[in-house]
């Protein structure tokens, strides 16, 4: 059971690191090929990336209440929903600091929650984690994907594509930010190097081509699906029951694949929740349907985070 759980986490941290360098190399080319400005393919990109990583927090449910009672489960879906909810209000009312409170929220979820991975893929290996490094960690890979496409110089055109209020949402300090970003890559680097974890140092590294070659939005979608979201559902494996059995019979693929296959219908649903919202937008849905799609993405983050913050703790103690 242990070797089919380390030969998931392993795949899955292969597949997101390849990802990751692809996308960086694609960037590369697209840009050089069809041009930097063109948006075209970053949209394309963008959103396959995000249906990737839509699915992964619909089974917050099955975390939280793993008996599945009928009347908490319902309880708990419809204080999910209106967590969400409001957060989408908020979002669209406040758009700035709304979007300010999300990319906080997102980059310290983001680093807990892969640094949490990396903590039990350690221990699946029998390999001894530094504390150091496990924040050093998760600083760089929460951070360091989040921030720096935001106050890039490039991030101003998909901003203004997104929603033109947000292209001055740091109000000036962006070379602050870069500057605060540098320094938490590079005490990362050196920590990880004293401690020689260096497939961590990897990692980080990825993740910094990943923000300084792709476009913003590129970059984002790809760490959030490919990455984040990837590196989620594998956790998530270790704890179901349907993919704890799969992984007794010593099938990792089906016990990742049945982590997946029950967050489907959320993708679904996202989709139609986003196109019912753009329908009653005065913009075309042409030009609404992304920023309502990262508008529904970022609500549910809230109390995705809140419902995984007990798994994460539970993993970094270890």
Request: glycine content about 6%; some cysteine; overall charge positive.
């Amino acid at each position: 059971m242990e070797s089919a759980k380390l030969e998931t986490f392993l795949n899955v941290r292969r597949f997101s690191t390849l990802s990751v360098v692809l996308v960086s190399a694609l960037s590369i080319v697209f840009a050089s090929w069809l041009g930097a400005d063109s948006l075209n393919w970053q949209v394309a990109i963008a959103v396959a990336a995000l249906a990737v990583g839509i699915p992964h927090g619909a089974l917050d449910h099955l975390v939280t209440l793993p008996k599945n009672k009928p009347l908490r489960m319902a309880i708990f879906i419809a204080i999910y929903i209106a967590v969400a909810l409001i957060a989408i209000w908020a979002i669209l009312k406040w758009n700035v600091w709304g979007f300010i409170g999300v990319v906080l929220m997102s980059a310290i979820h983001f680093g807990i929650g892969d640094s949490a991975f990396i903590a039990e893929l350690d221990g699946l290996s029998q390999k001894t984690r530094h504390s150091s490094g496990t924040w050093a960690y998760a600083l760089a890979a929460g951070f360091v994907p989040v921030i720096i496409p935001l106050i890039n110089s490039r991030s101003t055109q998909a901003l203004e594509k997104v929603n033109p209020v947000l292209v001055d949402w740091h109000h000036g300090y962006e070379s602050e930010l870069l500057i605060a970003m540098a320094l938490i890559s590079t005490i990362a680097i050196l920590i990880l190097l004293k401690n020689r974890q260096y497939r961590d140092l990897f990692d980080v590294a990825s993740l910094i081509a990943l923000v300084s070659f792709a476009p913003p939005l590129v970059a984002f979608a790809t760490y959030f699906g490919c990455w984040h979201a990837m590196r989620h559902t594998a956790r998530l494996s270790s704890i179901l029951p349907q993919s704890q059995n799969y992984y007794l019979q010593g099938s990792s693929f089906k016990a990742f694949q049945s982590a997946v296959i029950p967050g489907l219908p959320a993708l679904v649903g996202t989709f139609i929740f986003v196109g019912i919202l753009a329908g009653f937008a005065r913009e075309s849905i042409t030009d609404r349907f992304l920023w309502l799609t990262l508008v529904t993405i970022w609500a549910l983050t809230v109390p995705h985070m809140i419902v995984t913050s007990r798994l994460d703790r539970v993993a970094l103690k270890r």
